[in-house]
Each structure stands twice: as structure tokens, then as C-alpha cells.
């Protein structure tokens, strides 16, 4: 997921400041810009598709985060951080693929 925020933080995000300004100002947006965007939303969206399988699966293993009653408080903590990590994993791709993505995709 490093790799991902990264990609998001230095390369995605830049670019579509870059390119939002540019065509605010009525020019057109650079060649460049466009490419690294569009390269950029395959792999960010791959990326989502990679990380939801893998939190699917530790759901599954966790058996939908269900604590056992002879537990100790590490690992409650441990599942409620682990679902705590799913719910703001699904809204960061929700608001990524469903909103930005979209209106990223028609610079």
C-alpha cells in the first residue's frame, strides 16, 4: 500500500492539480499530464481491486472479525483495528473510484 500512496500523493494527485489548473486557464492540458493520469488510474484502480482482495480475505480468515469469548485484549483491539482499517479502506476506494477517477478520466 506504500507504493500506492505514493503514486497517489507524487505522481496522480500533481498531475491532476497541474492539468485542472491549465484548463481553468482555457489552455489545453499537456500531452504528459494526460498520459500520467490515464496510466495512473489503471494502475490506482488495479491497485483497489488487489488491496480489497486481500482485506476480503483477512475478513474471511478472521471469520468476519468475530472475537472469541477467551481472548485477550490485544487481540480484541487487534479485530476491532482490523475493521476499523476495512471501513476507511472502503470509503478511501469509494470516494477514489466513484468520484475522483470518474472526473479524472475526462481531462
Known sequence: MATHLIEEEEVFFPAIKRADAVRIAGFTVDR???ETIQTSLRKLHR???EIGDAVHTI???????AIPG?????FMVTYHKLKEFEDDLHKHVHLENNILFQKAAKM
Open 47 to 49: 491497485e483497489h481491486e
Open 70 to 74: 477467551d481472548v485477550c485484549n490485544t
Open 59 to 65: 475478513r474471511h480468515l478472521s471469520q468476519d472479525y
Open 32 to 34: 504528459n499530464d494526460v
